[in-house]
């Protein structure tokens, strides 16, 4: 029997664990095994376990049985989020409507769960109503901007604009050294974990330097993992507090000077522009080395 599976919803993961959420009985052996031996397919083409889940992706199991692909029902123990924590969501919401959150996500708070993650804004959002989503991710060590959709509806909407970059960000970063031009674009292939080259395409221009640390604004183009840490250590400039891409550092004590600070888009013929503010630990550390910043950080975005 063929089970053809239309994604809907719990995309952006990987497909064995998209598999093995889905049918709870499977083995981790099992999925693998039939998508190598092509029982399971995306869009009628051969797949691999690590594959993301796309919005509309077509899943066809070839081997389909509910013997085979049973679910038994799995009692989880709910996550339980302190006081403090939800307090400090609630107070980092810089807009919400019916339809979406705009996040200014603090520092050191995963985005998503995983086996080492106590705590992530995933399980804040799932506490708050199980309707709400994630439509993309930042590191634990990025703070800035994030969108929560509210609905599936604007789930599949804001899925949509960032698979078609039709939504614009913008970061700043205070990095250890001086990029040789003021401004430019970076075309640089990356590899990834599984060991694969992914073409990325960065903006920047330095808003402030002094003799040995520079605050720029990054524009990214494309949306890779690390890719402005990559594209800053590239730069010969790597971001003040990187623990991977930064590893000679004499600012080692501090947190990562990186912050998603402006998002622009368009949704329903709407333009939404948000700018979030700088937090403590970048303020501190832009006073402590002298370097200044325009309050209006909206002065920023002229040319862009």
């Keep these: ?27 981790q052996g099992f999925i693998q095994k039939n998508i190598r031996k092509k029982n399971i397919l995306i869009n009628n083409s ?24 049973k679910n038994k029902i799995i ?29 200014n996500k603090w520092s050191q708070i995963a985005t998503q769960g995983g086996s080492k993650i106590k705590t992530s804004i995933d399980h804040i959002i799932k506490n708050i109503n199980l309707h709400y989503r994630l439509v993309h991710r930042l590191d634990k060590e990025t703070s800035g901007l994030l969108l929560i959709a509210k609905n599936l509806n604007y789930a599949k909407k804001l899925s949509f604009l960032f698979k078609h970059k039709e939504i614009t960000k913008f970061y700043i970063a205070l990095c250890e050294g001086i990029p040789k031009n003021n401004s430019s674009q970076v075309k640089l292939e990356i590899k990834t974990k599984k060991l694969k080259i992914e073409d990325t395409l960065t ?34 400039c790597p971001i003040i507090g990187d623990k991977k891409y930064n590893l000679y550092s ?17 949704i329903n013929e709407k333009k939404f522009e948000f700018i979030s503010n700088l937090p403590d630990d970048f303020l501190n550390f832009i006073k402590k080395n002298n370097l200044k910043i325009n309050k209006d950080l909206k002065h920023y975005l002229n040319g862009f």
């Design 75 to 103: 009692f989880k123990k709910d996550i339980k989020i302190s006081k403090e924590t939800l307090s400090e969501f609630k107070r980092s919401i810089i807009f919400e409507n019916n339809d979406f959150i705009v996040l």
């Design 1 to 27: 029997m063929i089970k053809n599976i239309k994604i809907q919803n719990n995309f952006n993961q990987r497909l064995d664990k998209y598999l093995k959420q889905k049918y709870t009985s499977l083995t």
């Design 203 to 236: 903006n920047y221009k330095v808003i402030n330097k002094n003799k040995s640390i520079s605050s720029i604004l990054f524009n990214p183009q494309t949306g890779k993992t690390h890719q402005l840490r990559i594209v800053s250590k590239n730069l010969r």
């Design 250 to 266: 004499k600012y080692k004590k501090e947190n990562l000077m990186l912050h998603a600070f402006a998002l622009r888009f368009t």
């Design 46 to 69: 051969i797949t691999k376990a690590n594959y993301l889940i796309k919005l509309n992706d077509e899943l066809k199991i070839l081997n389909y049985h509910e013997k085979l692909y």
